[in-house]
């Protein structure tokens, strides 16, 4: 099943290398900055208790990463090497990749926050709640709550950056 959603994301959304190239990229900073908060808001959302001793994943924005890290972690969760990063929470690894070209989420409507919302769900899926990474109501579950967070903290965005309420 890993598989399946894996090719079907790089059949969607994945970029050559070279027009990736030419894109404007989310600059990582704010993504990591905030990437404490987000999780903490999901964490409340899915009513789970956040554990201080569980390692909290490690974010990737792509352009912190070569794709040839991002292949090698990844292939130990897909059982593949994909030709272009694109996000994924490799449970594996505890790593949180992702794509942050800025033109692939504005025309959509969406952002990079809620993309790692998103990926957050998948790590307290799999870490909190003990579901199986082949479930397939897990998609379904993290699409919905990223649809939530983006809906609920769309004023929260400023430009490229994320203000985390309460902060």
């Known amino acids: 099943m890993r598989s399946f959603w894996g090719a079907l994301l790089l059949i969607l959304f994945s970029q050559s290398s070279a027009w990736a190239q030419t894109q404007a990229l989310w600059p990582s900073a704010p993504i990591l900055k ?7 808001i999901l964490a409340k ?8 001793k569980k390692a909290r994943p490690a974010i990737k924005p792509q352009d912190k990463i070569t794709l040839e890290e991002y292949q090698e972690a990844v292939e130990k969760f897909w059982g593949w090497r994909p030709s272009a990063i694109v996000n994924v929470y490799n449970p594996v690894t505890n790593q949180i990749f992702l794509n942050t070209t800025v033109e692939f989420y504005l025309p959509r409507g969406r952002t990079i926050f809620d ?3 998103h990926e957050y769900v ?26 939530w967070f983006r809906e609920t ?11 985390c309420p309460g902060k």
């Open 34 to 40: 905030n990437s404490d908060c987000i999780l903490e």
């Open 153 to 163: 903290f769309a004023s929260q965005l400023k430009g490229l950056d994320f203000q």
């Open 122 to 147: 998948h790590f307290l899926q799999l870490n909190y709640l003990g579901r199986d990474p082949d479930d397939s109501y897990n998609e379904d579950e993290a699409v919905e709550v990223q649809t």
């Open 45 to 52: 959302k899915m009513n789970i208790a956040l554990d201080a």
């Open 115 to 117: 993309s790692l919302a």
